[in-house]
Protein backbone atom coordinates (compact mmCIF):
# COMPACT_ATOMS: atom_id res chain seq x y z
CA UNK A 1 0.00 0.00 0.00
CA UNK A 2 1.30 3.53 -0.50
CA UNK A 3 -0.50 6.63 -0.38
CA UNK A 4 2.19 8.58 -2.79
CA UNK A 5 0.17 7.41 -6.25
CA UNK A 6 2.99 9.01 -8.28
CA UNK A 7 6.77 8.28 -8.14
CA UNK A 8 7.05 12.06 -7.62
CA UNK A 9 8.10 13.03 -5.48
CA UNK A 10 10.55 10.51 -4.20
CA UNK A 11 13.21 9.42 -1.69
CA UNK A 12 15.74 9.39 -4.27
CA UNK A 13 17.64 12.12 -4.57
CA UNK A 14 19.05 13.96 -8.43
CA UNK A 15 22.37 11.94 -8.33
CA UNK A 16 20.68 8.38 -7.58
CA UNK A 17 21.52 8.23 -4.35
CA UNK A 18 18.59 7.14 -1.82
CA UNK A 19 17.53 9.58 1.31
CA UNK A 20 16.96 7.48 4.05
CA UNK A 21 17.61 10.62 7.48
CA UNK A 22 13.96 11.55 7.91
CA UNK A 23 14.39 11.54 11.75
CA UNK A 24 16.89 14.56 10.97
CA UNK A 25 15.20 16.29 8.30
CA UNK A 26 11.98 15.32 5.88
CA UNK A 27 13.22 15.02 2.54
CA UNK A 28 11.49 15.25 -0.20
CA UNK A 29 9.08 18.04 0.86
CA UNK A 30 5.69 17.50 -0.30
CA UNK A 31 4.83 19.11 -3.97
CA UNK A 32 2.94 22.43 -3.06
CA UNK A 33 5.53 23.49 0.06
CA UNK A 34 8.19 25.16 -2.26
CA UNK A 35 5.07 26.80 -4.66
CA UNK A 36 4.06 28.37 -1.47
CA UNK A 37 7.35 29.45 -0.39
CA UNK A 38 7.77 30.97 -3.80
CA UNK A 39 4.20 32.65 -3.84
CA UNK A 40 4.97 34.57 -0.51
CA UNK A 41 8.63 36.00 -1.95
CA UNK A 42 6.96 37.03 -5.49
CA UNK A 43 3.46 38.03 -4.42
CA UNK A 44 3.20 39.03 -1.26
CA UNK A 45 7.07 39.38 0.59
CA UNK A 46 5.63 41.91 3.36
CA UNK A 47 6.03 42.32 7.32
CA UNK A 48 3.01 40.56 8.86
CA UNK A 49 1.51 42.64 11.63
CA UNK A 50 3.52 45.47 11.60
CA UNK A 51 1.97 47.78 8.28
CA UNK A 52 -1.36 48.64 8.01
CA UNK A 53 -1.40 47.85 3.82
CA UNK A 54 -2.64 44.83 1.56
CA UNK A 55 1.02 43.06 1.77
CA UNK A 56 1.46 43.65 5.09
CA UNK A 57 -2.62 42.13 5.81
CA UNK A 58 -1.79 39.05 3.34
CA UNK A 59 1.08 38.12 4.93
CA UNK A 60 -0.78 38.17 7.68
CA UNK A 61 -3.18 36.18 6.80
CA UNK A 62 -0.59 33.45 5.65
CA UNK A 63 1.06 33.43 8.89
CA UNK A 64 -2.27 33.15 10.68
CA UNK A 65 -4.03 30.12 8.28
CA UNK A 66 -0.69 28.05 9.07
CA UNK A 67 -1.48 29.15 12.70
CA UNK A 68 -4.75 27.73 12.32
CA UNK A 69 -3.62 24.35 10.70
CA UNK A 70 -1.26 23.67 13.99
CA UNK A 71 -3.99 24.09 16.08
CA UNK A 72 -6.42 21.86 14.08
CA UNK A 73 -3.76 19.00 13.31
CA UNK A 74 -2.89 18.76 17.02
CA UNK A 75 -6.84 19.74 17.83
CA UNK A 76 -5.97 22.53 19.58
CA UNK A 77 -9.02 24.48 19.97
CA UNK A 78 -8.01 28.14 19.93
CA UNK A 79 -5.12 28.94 17.07
CA UNK A 80 -3.81 32.02 19.69
CA UNK A 81 -2.48 29.31 22.11
CA UNK A 82 0.34 28.28 19.26
CA UNK A 83 3.03 30.25 19.37
CA UNK A 84 5.87 30.17 16.94
CA UNK A 85 9.71 29.83 17.21
CA UNK A 86 12.57 28.53 14.59
CA UNK A 87 12.26 24.96 15.61
CA UNK A 88 11.12 22.80 18.44
CA UNK A 89 15.00 23.33 20.41
CA UNK A 90 13.95 26.97 20.92
CA UNK A 91 10.49 26.48 21.93
CA UNK A 92 11.79 23.39 24.37
CA UNK A 93 14.37 26.25 26.08
CA UNK A 94 11.42 28.69 26.17
CA UNK A 95 9.53 26.69 28.29
CA UNK A 96 12.30 25.36 30.54
CA UNK A 97 13.99 28.47 30.99
CA UNK A 98 10.96 30.53 31.59
CA UNK A 99 8.56 28.23 33.52
CA UNK A 100 11.11 26.67 35.71
CA UNK A 101 12.77 28.47 38.70
CA UNK A 102 15.48 27.80 41.61
CA UNK A 103 13.98 25.13 43.83
CA UNK A 104 11.31 23.22 41.20
CA UNK A 105 11.74 19.66 40.57
CA UNK A 106 11.60 18.39 36.90
CA UNK A 107 11.71 15.22 35.34
CA UNK A 108 12.64 13.61 32.16
CA UNK A 109 13.51 10.02 30.68
CA UNK A 110 17.09 8.33 30.14
CA UNK A 111 15.85 8.36 26.34
CA UNK A 112 16.05 12.26 25.69
CA UNK A 113 18.01 14.60 22.83
CA UNK A 114 20.21 17.25 24.00
CA UNK A 115 17.66 19.65 22.99
CA UNK A 116 15.93 18.65 26.46
CA UNK A 117 18.98 17.69 28.09
CA UNK A 118 21.55 20.09 27.65
CA UNK A 119 18.75 23.19 28.94
CA UNK A 120 17.97 20.89 31.72
CA UNK A 121 21.65 20.45 33.03
CA UNK A 122 22.27 24.31 32.51
CA UNK A 123 19.09 24.64 35.03
CA UNK A 124 20.60 22.48 37.54
CA UNK A 125 23.70 24.62 38.01
CA UNK A 126 21.01 27.01 39.11
CA UNK A 127 19.09 25.45 41.17
CA UNK A 128 16.48 23.53 39.66
CA UNK A 129 16.58 19.84 40.91
CA UNK A 130 16.25 16.88 38.00
CA UNK A 131 15.67 13.34 37.22
CA UNK A 132 16.07 10.81 34.65
CA UNK A 133 14.18 7.93 34.87
CA UNK A 134 16.07 4.74 33.61
CA UNK A 135 14.13 3.31 30.50
CA UNK A 136 14.77 -0.38 29.72
CA UNK A 137 17.61 -1.16 26.73
CA UNK A 138 14.92 -0.73 24.40
CA UNK A 139 14.44 2.71 25.63
CA UNK A 140 10.70 1.51 26.64
CA UNK A 141 9.70 3.80 29.55
CA UNK A 142 7.92 2.44 32.65
CA UNK A 143 5.53 4.76 34.20
CA UNK A 144 5.38 2.99 37.50
CA UNK A 145 9.05 3.89 37.58
CA UNK A 146 8.53 7.77 36.77
CA UNK A 147 5.61 7.84 39.30
CA UNK A 148 8.35 6.66 41.94
CA UNK A 149 10.25 9.24 41.24
CA UNK A 150 7.92 12.29 41.78
CA UNK A 151 9.02 14.41 44.51
CA UNK A 152 6.32 17.25 46.64
CA UNK A 153 7.86 20.25 44.40
CA UNK A 154 7.86 18.33 41.12
CA UNK A 155 6.82 21.02 38.98
CA UNK A 156 7.11 19.21 35.49
CA UNK A 157 7.61 16.15 33.70
CA UNK A 158 9.66 16.62 29.96
CA UNK A 159 9.38 13.62 27.77
CA UNK A 160 9.95 12.50 24.27
CA UNK A 161 6.90 11.20 22.37
CA UNK A 162 9.55 8.83 20.63
CA UNK A 163 12.91 8.40 20.54
CA UNK A 164 15.23 10.02 17.50
CA UNK A 165 17.33 6.95 17.95
CA UNK A 166 15.71 3.84 18.00
CA UNK A 167 11.91 4.93 17.28
CA UNK A 168 10.87 3.67 21.02
CA UNK A 169 7.66 5.00 21.66
CA UNK A 170 6.95 6.67 25.26
CA UNK A 171 3.65 6.07 26.95
CA UNK A 172 1.89 9.52 26.81
CA UNK A 173 -1.18 8.72 27.77
CA UNK A 174 -0.14 6.83 30.76
CA UNK A 175 2.38 9.73 31.70
CA UNK A 176 -0.34 12.47 31.20
CA UNK A 177 -2.22 10.63 33.72
CA UNK A 178 0.10 10.75 36.31
CA UNK A 179 0.77 14.67 35.77
CA UNK A 180 -2.85 15.12 36.56
CA UNK A 181 -2.94 12.84 39.37
CA UNK A 182 -0.12 14.63 40.99
CA UNK A 183 -1.09 18.31 39.47
CA UNK A 184 2.29 18.05 37.77
CA UNK A 185 3.00 19.90 34.10
CA UNK A 186 3.68 18.00 31.19
CA UNK A 187 6.34 19.27 28.39
CA UNK A 188 5.88 17.04 25.18
CA UNK A 189 8.79 16.89 22.90
CA UNK A 190 7.19 15.89 19.81
CA UNK A 191 9.92 16.79 17.16
CA UNK A 192 9.62 12.49 15.90
CA UNK A 193 6.12 11.95 16.01
CA UNK A 194 4.07 15.27 15.25
CA UNK A 195 2.89 14.11 11.59
CA UNK A 196 3.59 10.31 12.39
CA UNK A 197 1.55 9.68 15.18
CA UNK A 198 -2.32 11.17 15.66
CA UNK A 199 -1.77 14.20 18.88
CA UNK A 200 -4.55 15.57 20.59
CA UNK A 201 -3.61 18.13 22.57
CA UNK A 202 -6.77 17.63 24.39
CA UNK A 203 -7.27 14.00 24.56
CA UNK A 204 -3.37 13.13 25.69
CA UNK A 205 -3.86 16.58 28.03
CA UNK A 206 -0.47 17.80 27.37
CA UNK A 207 0.46 21.01 28.57
CA UNK A 208 3.54 22.02 26.60
CA UNK A 209 3.44 20.32 23.48
CA UNK A 210 6.33 21.29 21.24
CA UNK A 211 7.01 20.54 17.67
CA UNK A 212 9.53 21.37 14.77
CA UNK A 213 8.40 22.23 10.87
CA UNK A 214 11.00 20.50 9.37
CA UNK A 215 10.80 16.76 9.99
CA UNK A 216 7.51 14.37 10.01
CA UNK A 217 5.34 17.84 9.05
CA UNK A 218 7.21 18.47 6.10
CA UNK A 219 7.59 21.60 6.12
CA UNK A 220 11.06 23.87 5.78
CA UNK A 221 13.58 24.50 8.54
CA UNK A 222 13.12 27.50 10.45
CA UNK A 223 9.65 26.81 11.89
CA UNK A 224 8.87 24.81 14.60
CA UNK A 225 6.81 26.72 18.01
CA UNK A 226 4.88 25.56 21.23
CA UNK A 227 1.34 24.98 21.77
CA UNK A 228 -0.39 25.96 25.19
CA UNK A 229 -2.80 23.46 26.77
CA UNK A 230 -5.91 24.32 28.70
CA UNK A 231 -4.42 24.28 32.13
CA UNK A 232 -1.32 26.58 31.21
CA UNK A 233 -1.45 30.15 32.40
CA UNK A 234 0.76 31.93 29.87
CA UNK A 235 1.86 34.22 32.72
CA UNK A 236 3.59 31.14 34.23
CA UNK A 237 6.15 31.36 31.31
CA UNK A 238 8.20 34.33 30.77
CA UNK A 239 9.20 35.21 27.29
CA UNK A 240 12.59 34.34 25.98
CA UNK A 241 12.82 37.28 24.07
CA UNK A 242 11.30 40.46 24.27
CA UNK A 243 10.79 43.29 21.22
CA UNK A 244 8.57 44.10 18.41
CA UNK A 245 5.56 42.36 17.62
CA UNK A 246 3.39 45.25 15.60
CA UNK A 247 0.96 45.20 18.81
CA UNK A 248 0.61 47.80 21.29
CA UNK A 249 3.72 49.91 19.96
CA UNK A 250 2.43 52.77 22.53
CA UNK A 251 4.20 50.70 25.13
CA UNK A 252 7.56 49.66 26.22
CA UNK A 253 6.72 46.46 27.94
CA UNK A 254 6.38 43.09 26.38
CA UNK A 255 2.43 42.33 25.21
CA UNK A 256 1.16 39.88 28.01
CA UNK A 257 -1.62 38.11 25.34
CA UNK A 258 -0.77 35.16 23.11
CA UNK A 259 1.15 34.57 20.55
CA UNK A 260 2.49 37.81 20.83
CA UNK A 261 3.85 37.60 24.38
CA UNK A 262 6.19 34.68 23.01
CA UNK A 263 6.58 36.25 19.29
CA UNK A 264 9.32 39.09 19.35
CA UNK A 265 11.04 40.48 16.02
CA UNK A 266 9.73 39.57 12.46
CA UNK A 267 8.55 36.05 12.12
CA UNK A 268 9.83 33.76 9.31
CA UNK A 269 6.79 34.19 7.50
CA UNK A 270 8.37 32.68 4.29
CA UNK A 271 9.00 29.18 6.21
CA UNK A 272 5.38 29.44 7.84
CA UNK A 273 3.91 29.33 4.33
CA UNK A 274 5.59 26.60 3.60
CA UNK A 275 4.64 24.66 6.21
CA UNK A 276 0.93 25.88 5.46
CA UNK A 277 1.43 23.99 2.58
CA UNK A 278 2.86 20.81 4.00
CA UNK A 279 -0.10 20.88 6.97
CA UNK A 280 -2.55 20.83 4.04
CA UNK A 281 -1.36 18.18 2.57
CA UNK A 282 -0.78 16.16 5.20
CA UNK A 283 -4.47 17.01 6.26
CA UNK A 284 -5.32 15.60 2.64
CA UNK A 285 -3.21 12.52 2.94
CA UNK A 286 -4.15 11.96 7.10
CA UNK A 287 -1.73 11.54 9.74
CA UNK A 288 -3.37 8.09 10.80
CA UNK A 289 -3.26 6.60 7.11
CA UNK A 290 0.32 7.75 6.38
CA UNK A 291 0.89 5.92 10.03
CA UNK A 292 0.21 2.63 8.69
CA UNK A 293 2.32 2.82 5.61
CA UNK A 294 5.05 3.89 7.40
CA UNK A 295 4.17 0.82 9.87
CA UNK A 296 4.24 -1.44 6.78
CA UNK A 297 7.84 -0.42 5.83
CA UNK A 298 9.11 -0.53 9.09
CA UNK A 299 8.07 -4.02 9.44
CA UNK A 300 9.46 -4.86 6.02
CA UNK A 301 12.78 -2.94 7.10
CA UNK A 302 12.86 -4.76 10.44
CA UNK A 303 11.83 -8.21 8.53
CA UNK A 304 14.23 -8.04 6.18
CA UNK A 305 17.61 -6.66 8.35
CA UNK A 306 16.91 -9.76 11.24
CA UNK A 307 17.59 -11.89 7.88
CA UNK A 308 21.04 -10.10 7.50
CA UNK A 309 24.17 -11.87 9.18
CA UNK A 310 25.74 -9.71 12.24
CA UNK A 311 23.71 -6.74 12.13
CA UNK A 312 21.83 -5.88 15.72
CA UNK A 313 18.77 -3.71 15.73
CA UNK A 314 18.21 -1.45 18.88
CA UNK A 315 14.85 -0.56 20.19
CA UNK A 316 11.39 -2.19 20.13
CA UNK A 317 12.10 -4.37 16.97
CA UNK A 318 8.07 -4.39 16.30
CA UNK A 319 6.71 -1.52 13.90
CA UNK A 320 4.06 -0.88 16.05
CA UNK A 321 5.72 0.43 19.22
CA UNK A 322 8.14 2.45 17.37
CA UNK A 323 8.06 5.05 14.63
CA UNK A 324 10.26 4.25 11.12
CA UNK A 325 13.25 4.99 12.78
CA UNK A 326 15.87 1.82 12.91
CA UNK A 327 19.03 1.87 14.80
CA UNK A 328 21.46 -0.56 13.29
CA UNK A 329 25.01 -1.78 13.99
CA UNK A 330 27.30 -4.52 11.58
CA UNK A 331 29.64 -6.68 13.63
CA UNK A 332 32.96 -5.99 11.96
CA UNK A 333 32.41 -2.13 11.35
CA UNK A 334 32.03 0.95 13.53
CA UNK A 335 28.51 3.19 12.71
CA UNK A 336 31.12 5.69 10.92
CA UNK A 337 32.57 3.42 8.89
CA UNK A 338 29.54 1.63 8.25
CA UNK A 339 27.63 5.17 7.41
CA UNK A 340 30.81 6.18 4.97
CA UNK A 341 30.22 2.83 3.26
CA UNK A 342 26.55 3.00 2.24
CA UNK A 343 26.99 6.88 1.12
CA UNK A 344 30.00 6.17 -0.76
CA UNK A 345 29.61 2.57 -2.32
CA UNK A 346 25.80 2.45 -2.45
CA UNK A 347 24.55 6.03 -2.13
CA UNK A 348 22.23 4.89 0.67
CA UNK A 349 22.32 8.21 3.11
CA UNK A 350 22.08 7.70 6.97
CA UNK A 351 22.80 9.42 9.63
CA UNK A 352 25.65 7.59 11.82
CA UNK A 353 26.84 8.62 15.19
CA UNK A 354 25.49 9.38 18.23
CA UNK A 355 22.28 11.63 17.07
CA UNK A 356 22.52 14.49 19.87
CA UNK A 357 21.45 11.81 21.50
CA UNK A 358 24.09 10.52 24.51
CA UNK A 359 22.00 9.63 26.84
CA UNK A 360 19.65 7.33 24.25
CA UNK A 361 22.49 5.55 23.31
CA UNK A 362 23.83 4.86 26.73
CA UNK A 363 20.21 3.47 27.70
CA UNK A 364 20.28 1.39 24.42
CA UNK A 365 24.53 0.22 25.03
CA UNK A 366 25.61 2.13 22.39
CA UNK A 367 27.43 5.06 23.85
CA UNK A 368 30.06 6.27 22.82
CA UNK A 369 29.98 4.84 19.15
CA UNK A 370 26.69 5.11 18.58
CA UNK A 371 24.59 3.38 15.62
CA UNK A 372 23.37 3.47 12.09
CA UNK A 373 20.27 5.31 11.79
CA UNK A 374 18.26 4.41 8.60
CA UNK A 375 15.01 6.58 9.13
CA UNK A 376 11.86 6.35 6.46
CA UNK A 377 9.35 8.87 5.57
CA UNK A 378 6.16 9.12 3.65
CA UNK A 379 8.00 8.92 0.03
CA UNK A 380 9.57 5.52 0.61
CA UNK A 381 8.95 2.88 -1.04
CA UNK A 382 9.70 -0.78 -0.71
CA UNK A 383 11.72 -0.94 -3.82
CA UNK A 384 14.09 1.45 -1.52
CA UNK A 385 14.11 -0.57 1.55
CA UNK A 386 15.26 -3.50 -0.80
CA UNK A 387 18.45 -1.32 -1.94
CA UNK A 388 19.40 -0.44 1.58
CA UNK A 389 18.95 -4.55 2.70
CA UNK A 390 20.79 -5.07 -0.55
CA UNK A 391 23.49 -2.73 0.37
CA UNK A 392 23.76 -4.34 3.94
CA UNK A 393 23.70 -7.82 2.95
CA UNK A 394 26.90 -7.37 0.46
CA UNK A 395 28.71 -5.09 2.99
CA UNK A 396 28.08 -8.31 5.49
CA UNK A 397 29.63 -10.59 3.06
CA UNK A 398 33.09 -8.62 2.78
CA UNK A 399 35.63 -10.49 5.20
CA UNK A 400 37.30 -7.62 6.28
CA UNK A 401 41.09 -7.70 6.63
C1 LIG B 1 13.62 14.16 19.77
C2 LIG B 1 14.19 15.43 19.23
N1 LIG B 1 14.09 16.56 19.93
C3 LIG B 1 14.57 17.72 19.47
C4 LIG B 1 15.18 17.82 18.25
C5 LIG B 1 15.70 19.14 17.77
O1 LIG B 1 15.06 19.53 16.59
P1 LIG B 1 15.38 20.94 15.90
O2 LIG B 1 16.80 20.85 15.44
O3 LIG B 1 14.41 21.04 14.78
O4 LIG B 1 15.19 21.99 16.93
C6 LIG B 1 15.32 16.68 17.47
C7 LIG B 1 16.03 16.72 16.18
O5 LIG B 1 16.76 15.86 15.80
C8 LIG B 1 14.80 15.46 17.97
O6 LIG B 1 14.88 14.34 17.24
Known amino acids: MSLIKDNTPSAVTPDGAIYFDSAATSWPKPPGV??????????????????????????????????????????????????????????????????????????????????????????????????????????????????????????????????????TILPLREVAEITRKHNILLLVDAAQTAGVLPIDIQADQIDFLTFTGHKSLYGPTGTGGVIFGERVDIEMVRPLTRGGTGSRSEREEQPDFLPDRFESGTQNVVGLAGLGASLKWLQELGISELRLQEEELCAYLLHGLKGIPGITIYGPKESIQQTATVAINLAGYSPAELGLILDDEYGILCRAGLHCAPAAHRTLGTFPTGSVRISLGAFHQKRDIDSVLQALQNISRVNKP
Do not use: W
Open 34 to 167: AAAMLDYLERVGANPGRSGHRASIEAGRIMYQTRELVAETFNCNDPMRVAFTLNITQAINLVLQRLLKPGDHVLTSSMEHNSVMRPLRALEHEGVELNCVACDVEGKLNPVDLEKLILPHTRLIVLNHASNVSG
